[in-house]
């Protein structure tokens, strides 16, 4: 095999702390070298690479237009190697990781009640979860599970429904108190709140009532359903959300439905791995509790 020059990890620290301080002397006494030190690897550097990364103009110190584009790639080089540095360090010989990934509401407000008990029957695994707001590729982050909201096909992954969604709007008591709607199409001249994945909710939950409307797409947009809730129970809006995210805060009166009216979409929550880990002991583990929960515990407002 032909060995292969690439730059060395103190190079690129070198570079890394030279462009976030933009001084090679603040950089050395980072990394406890000396300025001479910093400025001969970002030398290296610039030649290994065939571009100059930096430029001075009045004794400052400035990013090229190739230096810019290389700093985030070194960033995402030097947070992979202390990832993988960390789980090895945390590595305790008598167990395996689990990596799990989650829409972070389905995560706050169903799987993380259920994840205890498998924890408990399941010594031996170690959880790693992370937040996703959007299918993604499991592979190329490293994923062994995920939790999808969609049509329930995707390349190279297992499928496993969990469960049908039914969308309701809901509003603070007091909001809805002093608008007093009468009809589903009162509720757009109220502000509405929209999840950015789904920019058209509001739009098919009028339609679907045959209600047509220009401020259906109008309002503002949150990035998780948690926040959109939080919003809501706040008096700053009306939220379209999955009826079994808010089942506990409409029991208990923080909030109330807006319209009785109910759209089911024709998309669900699934339980999704590539298919060439399906044979793995803690993906068929994991797989098996999470159904078998889903099953138990289909949460009102749902099907499966």
Same mark, same amino acid.
């Given at each position: @095999? ?25 950089? *050395? ?17 610039? =030649?290994?690479?065939?571009?100059? %990364? ?14 810019? %584009? ?12 202390? @990832? ?25 407000? /169903? ?23 959007? *299918? ?17 096909? /995707?390349?190279? %992954? ?10 309701? =709007? ?30 058209? *909710?509001?739009?098919? /939950? ?20 948690? @926040? ?7 008096? #700053? #809006?009306? =939220? ?7 089942? =506990? ?18 998309? *669900? ?36």
């Amino acid at each position: @095999m032909t060995a292969r020059h690439l730059p060395s990890t103190i190079t690129m620290q070198c570079f890394e702390a030279a462009a976030r301080h933009m001084s090679f002397t603040r950089a *050395a006494d980072e990394l406890s070298i000396t300025q001479s030190a910093v400025s001969k690897q970002v030398a290296q550097l610039e =030649a290994y690479l065939q571009h100059k %990364l930096f430029r001075r103009v009045r004794r400052t110190l400035i990013l090229t237009p190739e230096g810019s %584009l290389y700093l985030t790639e070194v960033r995402k080089i030097l947070a992979q190697i202390e @990832m993988s540095a960390n789980t090895i360090m945390t590595y305790s010989g008598q167990g395996e990781v689990l990596r799990v990934a989650c829409l972070p509401t389905f995560g706050a407000r /169903w799987l993380a009640r259920q994840l205890p008990d498998f924890l408990d029957t399941n010594p031996h695994i170690d959880l790693s979860v992370r937040d996703h707001v959007e *299918a993604f590729d499991l592979d190329q982050e490293d994923i062994d599970v995920a939790i999808f909201h969609g049509h329930g096909s /995707w390349p190279n %992954l297992e499928c496993h429904k969990l469960f049908d969604e039914e969308v309701v =709007a809901v509003g603070a008591p007091d909001y809805l108190a002093r608008r007093h709607p009468t009809s589903a199409a009162d509720l757009a001249e109220c502000r509405l709140l929209h999840l950015s994945t789904r920019p058209d *909710a509001w739009h098919r /939950w009028f339609a679907d009532q045959g209600i047509t409307t220009e401020r259906s797409y109008h309002g503002t947009r949150f990035e998780t359903f948690q @926040m959109l809730i939080r919003t809501a129970m706040s008096g #700053g #809006g009306l =939220a379209l959300v999955p009826r079994f995210f808010v089942d =506990a805060e409409l029991a208990e009166g923080r909030l109330s439905l807006a319209w009785p009216h109910v759209l089911k979409g024709p998309d *669900a929550y699934y339980l999704v791995h590539p298919e060439h880990l399906g044979e793995l002991s803690r993906v068929r583990r994991f797989v098996a509790h999470v159904l078998a929960c889903a099953e138990a515990d289909t949460p009102a407002g749902t099907s499966r």
